[in-house]
């Protein structure tokens, strides 16, 4: 049970103050077990939103999940596109810009790849790593 609660209580029992000075030490009491509590909570919700902060190296939560789904429309572009082999291409993704890299057979596969990654809403960029085998 609360401290300030047994105080009220037995103050009460007591007779030694008025009924509206009973009523005054508990708001003031609630005053101050709500002011800890509204500190506590905001230090919480301050912690968690800079936890979830994007840096220059790192994503936020948000674009973390953004990244991951141009990356699976790319694969999934690369893979509907019948001259490229998407086994042999990797795709990573980092703020909108797309990473291919892997070894292809050819200088064409790597300009088709290319260009079909372009093509896809959610590439701010493409960066080219794949070789000719």
Same mark, same amino acid.
């Given at each position: 049970?609360?401290? +300030?609660? @047994? ?7 007591? +007779?030694? $103050? +008025?009924? $509206?000075?009973?009523? *005054? ?25 800079? %936890? ?6 790192? *994503? ?18 690369? $893979?509907?596109?019948?001259?490229? =082999?998407?086994?042999? @291409?990797?795709?990573?993704? $980092?703020? %909108? &810009?797309?990473?291919?890299? %892997?070894?292809?057979?050819? =200088? %064409?596969?790597?300009?088709?790849? @290319? ?7 959610? &590439? ?8 000719? =085998?």
């Amino acid at each position: 049970m609360n401290a +300030g609660v @047994i105080v009220i209580a037995s103050l009460l029992v007591s +007779g030694t $103050f +008025g009924f $509206f000075q009973h009523i *005054q030490i508990a708001l003031q009491i609630i005053m101050k077990t709500a002011n800890r509590v509204v500190s506590v909570l905001s230090a919480i919700l301050l912690a968690s939103l800079l %936890g979830c902060a994007a840096t220059a190296t790192q *994503q936020a939560t948000g674009e973390y999940v953004d990244d991951a789904v141009t990356t699976a429309k790319v694969k999934a572009a690369i $893979f509907d596109d019948p001259t490229l =082999k998407s086994a042999e @291409i990797n795709v990573e993704t $980092f703020k %909108g &810009v797309v990473q291919l890299s %892997g070894f292809v057979n050819s =200088k %064409g596969d790597i300009n088709q790849a @290319i260009q079909v990654t372009r093509a896809v809403p959610g &590439v701010v960029s493409v960066k080219n790593d794949m070789r000719p =085998k």
